[in-house]
């Protein structure tokens, strides 16, 4: 079990290695975000009621969450209307478990929720509401085998490998 702890750049080394190693992605995501709606008010931009912030905050023991606090807004902003619904929900990437534990906080007890992960020992983060596969997210083969068993999607949050070539090769099979 790992203490709450948000996700902080090493140090501007290797901050600025990695901007240097994600460049073309990057740019990539500049250009695609200029189609994208603005925040409407000051207050969507950090609303202290957000549920997704709220659960983070109040989280201080338990599985680790790693989330930077801006995609709270984006997440709630986009996500609201399924809540409370059967909705299901995949997240790539788990690393400690809190994110699978505050989807399920914040989508309710109808939702399904899954997870992947090429890491093991996030199978342990099984229970009635979550399901954990384990595989590469690059990997096409795993992902038809994951849409035999999961057939239906409602939502996908890539937080896995967070590289270009994870992240396109994932699009298509899902
Ligand atoms: C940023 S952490 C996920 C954080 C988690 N979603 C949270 O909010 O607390 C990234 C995770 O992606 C997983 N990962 C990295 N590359 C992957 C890949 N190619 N396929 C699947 N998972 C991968 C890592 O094992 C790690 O657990």
């Given at each position: 079990m790992l203490n709450r702890t948000r996700l902080r750049p090493h140090s501007i080394r290797s901050g600025l290695r990695a901007a240097f190693l994600a460049a073309p992605s990057t740019i990539g995501g500049y250009r695609s975000n200029r189609s994208w709606p603005a925040l409407k008010t000051a207050q969507e931009i950090?609303?202290?009621?957000n549920p997704l912030r709220d659960f983070f905050n109040r989280h201080r023991q338990g599985r680790g969450i790693w989330k930077w606090d801006h995609y709270f807004d984006v997440y709630h902003r986009h996500f609201s209307r399924l809540r409370g619904r059967e909705t299901y929900v995949l997240e790539i990437g788990n690393y400690s478990g809190g994110s699978l534990e505050m989807w399920c906080d914040y989508f309710g007890s109808k939702a399904h929720i899954y997870g992947v992960d090429?890491?093991?020992?996030?199978?342990?983060?099984?229970n009635s509401m979550i399901n954990v596969f384990i595989g590469d997210q690059a990997d096409r083969k795993f992902w038809s085998q994951f849409r035999r068993e999961v057939p239906i999607l409602d939502l996908v949050i890539d937080d896995g490998g967070h590289n270009r070539s994870s992240a396109l090769r994932n699009c298509s099979p899902i």
């Open positions: 950090s609303d202290p009621a090429v890491e093991s020992a996030c199978k342990s983060y099984e």
